[in-house]
């Protein structure tokens, strides 16, 4: 079983969100508050435990490669859909105590909803802020990569119901070869600040579900340097190890300077 | 497109990422903007202005198609010695009668041509406009015209084109319509550089351009570029209206527009020119071009309504027809029913309590009726209007006033029903029905035939004459299931039409006749049903790039029409690379990539015989066939109301005077109805500073009834705002998201202020000129509610297809919020108190 | 999901279905949708300025990361466990240095009446109480919370062997057996007790929160530092007033006292929570509760019982509230996109203008 991935492109996307609403859909997520931001057309905010495609608006004071706008200043208007990465190390995954959140055989991250008990570690552990626990119902929920459909052949939801495939589903290693190269061409045609978001260089050892975007990562909320979280269990436990010898040390003092006296 | 065809759009996303240009221009940035490759603002309804320019920047530059306008379209046509052009009479056309408010066309006709016009006893001088006025039969030998084919002549159509447009310069363009001279050089430079043998280009346009008083002419002078470029009649190219709705297209075809029979046949009029059925042949059916077939589809059109009860001696029914008297276009009987003289309406997917222009209106003239019946999947505004409208927080209307008895019946979602949708390609596309309706819920279909069924077994039983007509009604259509639905595809079977005798389906509207031996309920879907079993709206085996096997495109399966001007006066392909159809001279027939729009054996050398008459009187060169003179029209020389040219005229609420012709202000035929409550300003009016422009967004749809009441969608976009530039919210003090009123002399409503950089603040004649966007999408029902944008808007009509203009008007906008409705509610009850 | 019925469990009917109607009656019987505050109509403006998506490079300053969603149980219980895993460490010392049986049996008891009730607070801020035993479907060392759940359950049968053998013996059975399971009971729940009173420290240091994360070192010894204080602190309040718990107190407020110092003089931009606000705030109370108002009335007031309960108690009371503290510090950090992302760009350690 080949591992899949989404490739998601700012240059391709129109905004439309039928990605949020498809999802939503298929996988019967209940609605998120009936909120204006009055963030350009965002209302959605960010991902959440009832948000797992959310679509980003970015209005911005520079040019959108060769773009030629009559406007005074420079200007331009982009927009990502952006996702759960399931991560090649996953944060929620490593620290999910009742082993509900599992790698599949499509290499995507899936939280179980029969066996979570919603104890909310995967929430803290997630270095991209992608799950979250819903209120009313205590699971933590997350972007399924629409496993069910996966499984049946089918491709997910919002890749299929994007109009103009800026959400790509494919192979991982088609997919990132594919992201490469747009770059490059978009590189060519004059958008010079074309990059691809796939964070390979971290801890996290990439992502299955990566990005061309326009500028900078934190343009996006996308951090710059996303760690795993378990590269902190080794000076953590070190530290306790160290406290713990010298606390029972200090008590056995404690008692035997005592019972001296 | 971007923002309400999100997924045609994606066909535009791909022609750009292999190299085409998409160039956007519209008052505001949208997600359309944020992909193309320019963009550039326009002042909302300076839009003639702005194409005119680009029609004077072809001709100065001689960047036309010359060989295409010269063959294919009326440029090389001289006009009348006493035409007068709006550069003669600072705006106004030769023949306006300032008592009658209208324009007498018979100047704009070509020379040597004998107009019809005056000479039917009792029609008007003159057509009223209207969807199908094209064809009319104005002139009985339209196709006797005199051309110079130098287009030298100083009377011919290219020459009076330049001179009209000559003044619509890039500076003009600068200085009215926001768009600076570089940027709308850059763009000319790149949609000419976009046209020719080897490269076409398409305009696509949507009620930005149609919700306008001048908005016929508006498209009309895109149709003159095009035409100039050479772009109509080719793959890429053409002019392409994207309609507001799934299946407006359907809706014009098989209208539910009062002027129109389907096909756009004409509804008679109520006087001598449709006293008999010959008469009003005579008016409408051409000598020459297609449309001389004329009377074979009104007669298999009346013989598909009547049936039997047809008969030659009866002229086929024709008397049955209802005859209009007046302008009972949604606004003509609005007014009616805000008077008190309408005593019942259906409405039937449709929620004008929202969507209608100046809904305020809309909504105290529901209550003036008798019985409203409205057809709905939800309970909408309409429905809703007499215990939950402003007017009824407001205490200015109580519901124990309103005599209005409003029947909701329960409506059929697409998914619950088969039938067609016809969409902007002219595509129609079967659905099939998934689930059965629950509980009460019913079709269009059903509730049509079996309220028919109804009042025809009424009819029966009363035999007045004024229910003959009720009583030859055709309505035989198997019923099936348990709701008896009326069978779909036997409806579209009618609607392809058969031979009466043996009800064989015809293949094509080739083969009707005006005889009465056969009978079709369109004429243009002809061909859509062929054979028994053979639903071609149904078929889903697309065969070529051009999805031949995928649906059934009116008329005759042809994707682009006028096609034959895709190729060559001598019928080879203008290029390889933009070959469509072509001349086979071996087989001697046309053929190609598409069904050819043209007489396949026609050759491309025919010239016809003196006399001849149809089609045969279309030389082998000339494409556009519903054309009494087979050329496409830069000029109108008949069936338009306001002028065989577009002139720039400021919408009816502007910023400005009208910089083109200071003595014509807007257009002088389109109507204001103005009248307490619905009052105009003025152009400038110190009241209302800003351009105000309407809008959609994809997040809703129309007037909210199908998004506001799902959840997946209402929260997308849960509350009205309104878009205003940086500059604006500065210099009133206004914050990011805070409440403001937005008022104009109809109403004030309240939204968010989204204060955004897509909005631009423009110089429009040496003064700021800001613009304010608001969505129209919400109202009081649904999930999410706010205030309803269209409360705003003037109740007018553009002239030919009677369209309001939501798109330029003027406004105000102050900071907080409207007069809260709880404080009037005071009054109300207070009211309420003095009448017990 | 269409497949599985557990997406949204037979607890409840589809969520979709059942929200609309919700909706359906909520906008029925109210005329509107409640938004965010409340009625038709936003009091406070968005965020964002218009033409920028933010200054500082961040969307619209909104979140990155999602807030701890734990309730006041799990600092609570950060709390009694760590007292009741020294307070196993403090009887077994006890007992191998010969000390009051009284106050072993007392620090026993302490750690089985934590053992107890800290499954109990566990369970109550879990999304679905009703499935902690999942809790026990695997082990994952990398996962310090599973770590810890299968500690509590090792100390507290350790605890319970602990308690039943120190019972048994204070009544007259002193068979080897029993003195063995005594034994081995109080050597595991201490060793099992130190686990539970420092692994929290590294279960709030491994995650991904920046002022979590970046203090890791310093959670786990001030975690089991603020047990070992309270442990000694409840034993004197009980009334054990000796020399071995006035060491321990002192120890405790003074290790306290050097961490809250040090805590004050980090200057970095992912401390600002601990700082600043009302959680910087709340941080320096506790902190100061714990570290020098202890110490100082441990100190001056030592040879007074209304002292040792004074500091006892404020030591308590200062372990308590830090717990608080730094999970309220933990979901501001989560709120600031900028230390993140300056965290990250290797900006985080730099000082800011004091």
Redesign the interface.
């Known amino acids: 079983m080949s591992l899949t991935a989404f490739l998601t492109d700012t240059t391709l996307c129109i905004g439309c969100k039928a990605c949020e609403v498809a999802c939503k859909e298929w996988n019967e997520v209940p609605d998120d508050g009936m909120i204006w931001s009055g963030l350009s057309y965002d209302n959605t905010k960010s991902l959440g435990s009832s948000t797992w495609r959310h679509v980003m608006f970015l209005e911005q004071p520079l040019a959108a490669g060769p773009q030629a706008v009559d406007t005074k200043d420079p200007f331009r208007w982009l927009f990502l859909s952006d996702v759960c990465k399931h991560c090649a190390n996953a944060g929620c995954l490593e620290a999910c105590p009742t082993g509900s959140i599992v790698r599949t055989e499509f290499g995507s991250v899936f939280v179980q909803p029969d066996v979570c008990n919603g104890c909310g570690y995967c929430v803290v552990s997630c270095p991209f802020g992608v799950v979250d626990k819903r209120p009313d119902d205590g699971r933590a929920f997350k972007c399924t990569f629409c496993y069910d459909r996966q499984r049946a052949g089918l491709v997910p939801a919002c890749a299929k119901a994007c109009p103009t495939e800026s959400i790509r589903f494919g192979k991982l290693d088609e997919l990132r070869e594919r992201a490469r190269n747009r770059v490059g061409e978009l590189r060519h045609r004059g958008f010079k600040d074309a990059n691809i978001y796939d964070p390979t260089e971290s801890s996290v050892g990439g992502v299955h579900a990566f990005f061309v975007i326009l500028g900078q990562p934190e343009a996006y909320n996308f951090p710059p340097a996303p760690e795993v979280p378990t590269i902190h269990l080794k000076s953590a436990w070190t530290s306790a190890l160290v406290s713990a010898i010298i606390l029972f040390a200090a008590v056995c003092a404690a008692f035997a300077f005592s019972a001296v006296r | 497109m971007a923002e309400n065809h999100p997924v045609a759009f994606q066909w535009v996303m791909e022609a750009r990422e292999k190299g085409a240009q998409v160039i956007h221009v519209d008052p505001r940035f949208t997600r359309t903007s944020a992909v193309a490759n320019i963009w550039t603002p326009v002042r909302a309804g300076s839009d003639i202005l702005l194409l005119g320019a680009l029609v004077n920047y072809v001709l100065t530059t001689e960047s036309d198609f010359r060989e295409y306008i010269v063959h294919y379209t009326n440029a090389p046509v001289i006009l009348r010695e006493d035409f007068k052009d709006t550069e003669d009479l600072d705006g106004i056309f030769s023949g306006w009668d300032p008592e009658k408010k209208a324009y007498d066309p018979q100047t704009w006709i070509y020379e040597g041509v004998h107009s019809n016009i005056g000479d039917v006893p009792g029609s008007d001088k003159g057509p009223d406009g209207g969807h199908a006025t094209h064809g009319v039969n104005a002139a009985t030998d339209l196709n006797d015209y005199h051309v110079d084919p130098t287009l030298q002549h100083s009377r011919c159509v290219y020459q009076v084109l330049r001179r009209h447009y000559v003044r619509y310069t890039p500076e003009m363009v600068e200085k009215y319509c926001g768009v600076s001279k570089d940027a709308f050089l850059h763009l000319a430079k790149a949609y000419c550089e976009a046209s020719g043998p080897d490269k076409t280009g398409a305009i696509c346009y949507a009620v930005g351009w149609t919700q306008h008083s001048s908005g016929v002419q508006i498209i009309r002078t895109a149709a003159i570029l095009q035409l100039l470029l050479g772009n109509i009649g080719r793959p890429g190219g053409g002019v392409m209206a994207l309609r507001g709705h799934a299946s407006i297209q359907g809706s014009t075809d098989i209208p539910t527009l009062f002027d129109i029979l389907p096909g756009y046949l004409n509804m008679p009029k109520l006087g001598p020119a449709s006293a008999s059925l010959d008469k009003y042949i005579e008016v409408n059916k051409p000598e020459t071009g297609w449309w001389n077939n004329f009377d074979k589809y009104i007669v298999s059109l009346l013989k598909a309504y009547y049936g039997d009860a047809a008969t030659p001696q009866n002229e086929f029914g024709f008397h049955w027809l209802p005859r209009i008297t007046g302008d009972h276009s949604h606004q003509g009987y609005l007014l009616e029913m805000m008077d008190g003289k309408m005593e019942g309406l259906f409405v039937m997917g449709q929620n004008p309590a929202v969507a209608g222009p100046n809904s305020g209106i809309e909504r105290r003239a529901l209550g003036k009726l008798k019985w409203l019946v409205v057809r709905e999947m939800v309970e909408s505004e309409t429905a809703a209007f007499w215990y939950d409208s402003p007017e009824v927080h407001r205490g200015e209307l109580l519901p124990e006033e309103i005599g209005t008895e409003v029947f909701l019946m329960p409506a059929a979602g697409h998914a619950e029903k088969e039938g067609t949708f016809t969409n902007t390609e002219r595509l129609l596309q079967w659905r099939e029905k998934a689930v059965d309706p629950p509980d009460d819920v019913r079709s269009e279909n059903w509730f049509i035939y079996h309220l028919s069924r109804r009042l025809k077994e009424k009819a029966a039983r009363d035999a007045r004459s004024r229910n003959s007509g009720l009583r030859a009604l055709t309505m035989d259509y198997p019923l099936e299931g348990k709701h008896q639905e009326p069978n779909a595809e036997a409806i579209l079977q009618e609607i392809n039409g058969w031979t009466v005798a043996d009800r064989k389906l015809v293949s094509g509207f080739p083969a009707l006749k005006a005889d009465g031996s056969t009978a079709c309920g369109c004429w243009i879907y002809s061909g859509v049903f062929p054979n028994p079993g053979e639903n071609r709206a149904n078929q889903r085996a697309p065969k070529d790039s051009y999805a031949h096997g995928w649906g059934f495109a009116w008329p005759s399966d042809r994707r682009i029409i006028y096609n034959r001007a895709s190729a060559r006066p001598d019928g080879k392909p203008w290029s390889e690379r933009k070959k469509l159809v072509w001349w086979d001279d071996a087989d001697k027939k046309w053929t190609g990539l598409d069904v050819p729009d043209f007489t396949a054996t026609k050759a491309p050398d025919y010239k016809p015989p003196k006399g001849a008459k149809g089609d045969a009187a279309l030389a082998g060169d000339k494409p556009f066939i519903l054309h009494a003179d087979g050329m496409g029209w830069i000029w109108v020389p008949v069936g338009l109301a306001d002028g065989p040219l577009p002139a720039h005229y400021e919408p009816f609420e502007s910023p400005v005077r009208n910089p083109m012709y200071p003595r014509t202000q807007s257009n002088p035929v389109a109507l204001k109805k103005e009248r307490e409550g619905t009052e105009y300003a003025a152009s400038p009016d110190e009241r209302f500073p800003f351009v105000l422009t309407t809008y959609r967004i994809t997040e809703h749809h129309t007037a909210g009834g199908m998004s506001r009441t799902l959840s997946h969608l209402a929260e997308l976009q849960p509350e009205l705002f309104c878009e205003i530039s940086v500059e604006l919210a500065a210099k009133l003090g206004i914050q990011p998201g805070e409440w403001v009123t937005v008022a104009t002399p109809r109403g004030e409503i309240e939204a968010h202020a989204l204060v955004t950089p897509r909005i631009q603040a423009l110089s429009i004649g040496g003064k700021i000129v800001h613009q304010v966007g608001l969505p129209f999408h919400w109202g009081y029902s649904g999930l999410v509610k706010g205030d309803i944008a269209n409360d705003l808007v003037a109740i007018s009509e553009e002239p030919n297809v009677r369209i309001m203009e939501a798109k330029g008007l003027l406004c105000n906008v102050k900071r907080g919020r409207r007069s809260p409705d709880d404080k009037i509610k005071d009054m109300r009850d207070s009211r309420m108190e003095n009448r017990a | ?4 019925d ?4 037979t607890r ?1 009917p ?3 279905e059942e ?2 109607d919700q ?2 009656r909520e ?1 029925a019987a109210t005329g ?5 505050s409340g009625g ?3 009091a ?11 200054a500082a ?4 300053n ?9 309730t006041w149980e799990v600092p609570l219980y950060f709390f009694l466990g760590g007292v009741a895993g ?1 307070s196993s ?2 009887a077994l ?2 007992q ?4 009051d049986p009284a106050l072993i049996r007392a620090a026993l008891w302490m750690a089985l009446a934590g053992a107890a009730i800290c499954p109990i607070l566990l369970i109550a ?5 009703s ?2 035993l ?2 026990l ?2 082990f ?1 060392i ?5 770590v ?2 299968w500690t509590l359950v090792a100390f507290s049968g350790c605890a319970f062997l602990a308690v039943l053998g120190n019972e048994l013996v204070l009544r007259g059975f002193s068979s080897p057996l029993l003195v063995a399971m005594l034994w081995t009971g109080e050597i595991s729940a ?1 060793a099992t007790g ?2 539970l ?3 929290t ?3 709030v ?5 920046p002022v ?2 970046e203090n ?6 001030h975690f ?2 603020s047990g ?1 204080g309270s442990a000694a602190g409840i034993l004197e309040l009980v009334g054990f007033l ?3 718990t006035q ?2 107190g002192l ?1 405790s407020a003074g290790i306290e006292t050097l961490i809250g110092g040090s805590i004050e003089l980090r200057r970095r931009n992912v401390d600002i929570p601990l700082h600043y606000g009302k959680s910087g705030w709340f941080m320096r109370i506790a902190g100061t509760l714990e570290g020098p108002v202890a110490l100082l009335l441990r100190i001056i007031w030592h040879s007074y019982p209304i002292g040792r309960y004074a500091a006892a108690a404020c030591f308590i009371a200062g372990a308590v509230a830090s717990r608080f503290a730094w999970i309220w510090a ?1 979901r501001v950090s ?1 709120r600031d ?1 900028h230390a ?2 300056q965290l ?2 290797g900006k985080a350690n730099s000082s800011r203008p004091a």
């Open positions: 999901m269409a497949q599985s557990n997406a949204n469990s409840r589809k969520a979709t929200r609309l909706i359906r906008a509107g949708v409640p938004v965010a038709a109509g936003h406070a403006p968005p965020v964002a300025l218009p033409g920028k998506t933010d490079g961040s969307y619209y909104l979140p990155v990361l999602k807030e701890p969603t734990w020294v460490c403090i010392a006890a191998f240095f010969s000390g801020d879990l999304g679905r109480p499935r902690f999942n809790m479907r695997v994952k990398q996962s310090p919370m599973s810890g759940a201490a130190l686990i009173a420092s692994y420290g590294v279960l240091g491994a995650t991904a929160i979590w994360s890791r070192k310093l959670l786990p010894p089991l530092t070992l000796t020399s071995a060491i321990l120890i933990g989560a996109p993140l992302f990250q760009t």
